[in-house]
């Protein structure tokens, strides 16, 4: 086990060299020069200049030990993200933004995984009939719908119109008032989606032999399902759920710029919007490096909870 | 429900294409999906077509001339209403299917153009993405070695990256870049935005296969008569393939719809034609005064294309998927 | 229950399957008893009906796209096929029980041995903890697994595949069915293996009074296993008959194309006999009796390609659907 982990933290090293190069290739070469950009319109050759020398900007880019890449290198393994284009350190940004997206995408989370699977056994429970078949419709519609309907609809409809919720994050309301739309949005939203992969891996476990077997047996379809097939249903819902979690960090962008929420997602709809290199450069880099230690624990789980893999 | 087949109709032998068409037409449901994409698809063009001649050759179509003001702002949809151009006297009379916006331009007709550019999108991305994807997916299965190494380390890497970051990433740092002398249009920074950052998927998938498929007997047969690789790969196992391939882009064509969607609305895409995105962007604000068509228009218009797709990729899937025929 | 009490009774049983190609008819009017304390073997080739008949007196047809549309299922002196759901589970795993020809997929892969069968003991028998765990380790014993206490522990992907199907039979057998039904149980094993499942079986049967459907199609199997024999062709019984009259004079021209086909120690052939053509499509099944077409003596008959021969006692003990067999000539 311990010898899995190690020869995976050392694969882990390209692939964060990679994510690096890519950024940097990205907001470096392609991006061009931004000296321009952070010194402003009317901005002289002098103080541009200036600006050069003071983010690095006038040294060779690879082929030497002070190249811009190596820098930037160097700072992401520090974790030493310097400053936004408006000169606020952005390990402070960061810091600020975490717990308003945590507070909005973990609820949906856990709220989504619950009617997802529990929706799916249901449907599992009564496949083949008009119920699942009507199921399956309405997923798919609401696959179909855009992400941004569903939020300015719901917005409109419940906060506006019918005004059971503030149509903005007010912080000083109660939790469930603040931030309870945009998660009810939320889970509605991706519940089409979700639910149709559930169903399917339900499904296709309802189909293999011990199934039949458990029924042989005389055990009813509700021990079958939530016993026997969950169990093996979890193995690939675990590694799906699991690897889903950084993307909670990141904040469901879209609806905290539809209500205010001040998240990572706001910061980083904020940056891209400034065309902060800055900040979508840190912002990338972690949650690159959260993706890939999360895909190491997932396939761990994996290991845990399938008997049948050993990890060598 | 039930046909009687005859005998003779089950032992003729049956072609793997020509087999997956017959049984896809025999579902009804996604052949009448299959036409509402051709309607798309088709639309697409004939606009695609009318925009040129409108733009460079002066003609003049009306349904393709998005910026005609037809009407007062934010005129409801109605089957008469009057109003009074600017710069002219007498009331022009007429009749609108979906209302207008702020500007007077009719929402039909921006959500007609609308339809050209998220097909044209997810049209050229897809060809993108396909371009990337499978040479590369097939070199790394092929080879193997190092140069499967170096690919996989590759899309592994861009894959650690989540998607809509990168998406935007390469949106924002495309916009207004120079590949040599030219300057890169808002459309085609989205093209390659959205192709640059997909292919991954399809990459593993193809790699995948290829694995697979490499040491089966025809690839033996084709190496002793003496056929090189390339013939190998390109002539052999990608035909074998190709049934991956569709499926894969009729799946995927739907989320660069949406994609694209979501750059528009970001202001990320090409601003000075109408997409859906930005229509629904123009919809945050217009709601609050009651005025809904246009939201309304770009949401049923992607809601009945990413339906069909979906319906029609499914389909399609069953068709040709020779694991799951069960006939 | 004495020795000749019929167990088991399949009247006119038929099973249908509702496609998109049309009504699949896997078992139609399939009528046979099966004796207490006996081995019942249903023979026949793939395809011709056998597992669906014995799915469908579990009633573990899956439904859509089957349904079990015709006929009575008596067991203990009530119809199986017109009880209630609950009713039927009692019986299942309980007083009915049934192995699998895949025993690598039949057991569920995230469960260890003894929790599987301690759940049937539980359910059935309201044992729990300890004592049920002890149960299932006597169990893995009688079914001849070495080093029980140690295998009850452990996962089946851990096993071979003979001890697989050991553990399935104990599963089975832990709460000492009347009728044990085993289809194909020995298909997916090593001719070795095979011998010692079988053994194990007629050990089982009868140390425990238990009857046995036999499902296979290995006449060899057959020969040395059972005492009445059951042969579907094209989803009928053709024949029907105890095993030594069927080996020593078969009356249907299928059956004897069968045993004929069969290679022999000693003999001297250069080629195998076959009986011509292939099983056909249930979707589509010939008119008539639907073996005419293969039938060395029936297929230009014309009675037999317009009438489907009834199943029909033609010695004490031994019944046939043949117009031939029956004495018609043309």
Redesign the interface.
């Known amino acids: 086990m311990t010898a899995f982990i190690i020869r995976r933290l050392l694969y882990m090293f ?2 964060v060299v ?2 690096l ?3 940097f290739t ?2 470096t070469l ?3 020069d931004i000296s321009q950009q952070i010194a402003g319109k009317n901005a002289d050759a002098e103080t541009i200049a200036e600006i050069r020398h003071e983010y690095g900007l006038d040294k060779p880019l690879f082929w030497s030990w002070d190249s811009q890449f190596v820098n930037h290198f160097k700072k992401a393994l520090f974790f030493d993200f310097g400053r936004a284009m408006d000169r606020e350190r952005i390990s402070a940004k960061i810091l600020r933004g975490i717990v308003p997206s945590l507070m909005l995408t973990v609820p949906m989370f856990i709220g989504e995984i619950i009617a997802a699977v529990s929706l799916a056994l249901i449907i599992a429970y009564v496949r083949g009939t008009i119920w699942d078949v009507s199921a399956v419709v309405i997923c ?2 609401g ?7 569903f939020i ?2 719901g917005q ?1 409809f419940f906060a ?1 119109k019918l005004d059971w919720f503030p149509i903005i994050y007010l912080p000083e309301e109660p939790m469930i008032k603040s931030v309870g739309l945009p998660i009810l949005i939320g889970i509605l939203a991706s519940l089409g989606g979700e639910l149709r992969f559930y169903r399917t891996i339900m499904l296709d476990e309802m189909r293999n032999d011990y199934v039949r077997t458990a029924f042989a047996k005389g055990l009813s379809t509700t021990r079958v399902l939530f016993k026997h097939v969950l169990k093996n249903a979890m193995i690939p819902i675990i590694t799906n759920v699991v690897l889903t979690i ?2 909670l960090i ?1 904040g469901s ?2 609806l905290e710029r ?1 209500f205010g929420i001040p998240g990572l997602g706001y910061l ?2 904020e940056a ?2 400034a ?1 902060d290199f800055f900040v ?1 450069n840190a ?2 880099f972690i ?2 490096l959260l ?2 230690i999360f ?1 190491l624990l997932a396939d761990i789980c994996y290991a845990f909870v399938d008997p049948r893999i050993s990890l060598k | 429900m ?6 003779n109709e ?1 032992m003729q032998p049956r072609g793997y294409w020509s087999d997956a068409i017959r049984r896809l037409r ?1 579902r009804k449901l996604a052949m009448l999906c299959f036409w509402i994409v051709a309607i798309y698809a088709g639309l697409a063009a004939f606009i695609w077509v009318g925009d040129i001649l409108v733009t460079h050759f002066g003609w003049k179509i009306p349904l393709v001339q998005w910026n005609e003001h037809v009407g007062p702002s934010y005129q409801k949809p109605a089957a008469h209403y009057e109003f009074v151009p600017e710069m002219k006297t007498e009331s022009q009379k007429g009749w609108c299917l979906l209302g207008t916006d702020f500007m007077g331009q009719s929402t039909f007709r921006k959500t007609l153009y609308g339809a050209k550019t998220a097909m044209m999108v997810a049209f050229c991305a897809s060809i993108i993405s396909i371009l990337i994807g499978v040479p590369l997916g097939a070199l790394a299965g092929y080879y193997r070695g190092w140069v499967d190494d170096a690919i996989v ?2 899309y ?3 894959g ?3 998607y ?3 998406l ?3 949106a ?3 916009r207004g ?2 590949i040599g002398p030219w300057e890169l249009r808002g459309s085609v920074s989205v093209y390659l935005a959205i192709g640059l950052t997909s292919w991954v998927g399809l990459c593993r998938l193809i790699r995948g296969e290829i694995i697979k498929r490499k040491e089966s007997e025809y690839v033996l047969a084709a190496r002793a008569m003496g056929c090189s690789d390339f013939r190998i790969l390109f002539f052999h196992l990608l035909p074998n393939v190709f049934h991956i391939i569709l499926i894969n882009f009729s799946l995927r064509f ?1 989320s660069f719809i ?1 994609a694209e ?2 750059l528009s ?4 895409g090409e601003t000075d034609k109408p997409s ?2 930005a229509m ?1 962007d123009a ?2 604000t217009e ?2 005064r009651d005025v809904w068509w246009e ?1 309304a228009a ?2 049923v218009a ?3 294309i ?2 069909a797709l ?2 029609f990729s499914d389909a399609l899937r069953d068709c040709l998927d020779p694991k799951l025929r ?2 | 229950m004495s020795e000749h009490e019929i167990l088991l009774s399949v009247q006119n049983l038929s099973t249908h399957f ?6 699949a008819k896997a078992v139609q009017d399939v009528s046979f008893d099966i004796p207490a304390g006996h081995m019942t073997a249903l023979v026949g080739e793939s395809g011709c009906g056998k597992s669906v008949t014995s799915l469908s007196i579990l009633r573990l047809i899956p439904d859509p796209p089957g349904k079990i549309i015709g006929g009575k299922i008596i067991f203990k002196g009530q119809n199986l096929l017109e009880m209630s759901e609950g009713r039927m589970r009692a019986i299942r795993g309980n007083d009915i029980a049934m192995i699998f020809q895949e025993p690598m997929t039949s057991l569920n892969p995230v469960f260890t041995i003894g929790n599987q069968i301690v759940e049937v003991i539980s359910l059935h028998q309201g044992i729990k903890g300890k004592a049920a765990w002890d149960m299932a380790v006597d169990m893995l014993t009688k079914v001849g697994i070495a080093d029980p206490a140690r295998r009850v522990q452990e996962y089946p992907h851990q096993l071979s595949g003979g001890m697989r199907q050991r553990a399935m039979i104990a599963m089975a057998l832990s709460c000492s069915p009347s009728l044990l039904i085993a289809d194909e149980p020995t298909t997916a094993l090593d001719v070795t293996i095979q011998a010692q499942i079988l053994e194990l079986l007629k050990k089982l049967q009868n140390e425990n009074r238990m009857s046995i459907l036999l499902i296979t199609h290995d006449l060899g199997v057959v020969a040395e296993t059972a005492q009445t024999v059951v042969v579907m062709y094209a989803s009928r019984v053709v024949e029907k008959a105890d095993v030594h009259s069927l080996f020593a004079s078969p009356r249907h021209p299928y059956t004897q194309g069968l045993l004929r086909s069969l290679p022999r120690l000693g003999q001297r052939r250069k080629r195998l006999d076959v009986i011509g053509g292939s099983v056909p ?1 249930p ?2 099944f ?1 008119g008539g009796c639907k073996f005419h077409p293969r039938c060395p003596i029936g297929a230009k008959d014309p009675h037999c390609q317009a009438c489907e021969p009834p199943l029909q006692e033609i010695q004490p003990g031994h019944a046939v659907a043949c117009w031939y067999a029956q004495g018609y000539r043309r």
């Open positions: 390209p692939i990679g994510v190069l890519v950024t990205l907001f392609i991006g061009g798919v519609a696959m179909s719908i855009p992400y941004l309907s300015i609809f409109y506006y950084p993307h990141l962008f879209l539809f980083m709809i891209i919007g065309r979508i912002m990338t949650f690159s993706i890939v895909t | 039930t046909e009687i087949t005859t005998q089950l025999k380390w590759f592994t890497t861009l650690t990256i989540p809509i970051l990168l935007m990433a390469f924002v740092v495309l870049a120079h739907v949406h969607v979501i609305f970001l202001g990320l859906w995105g629904i919809a945050r709601l609050a939201m770009a949401t992607i809601f009945i990413s339906l979906n319906i069960m006939d | 509702f496609t998109q190609q049309g009504v499509n979707v589509a010939p």
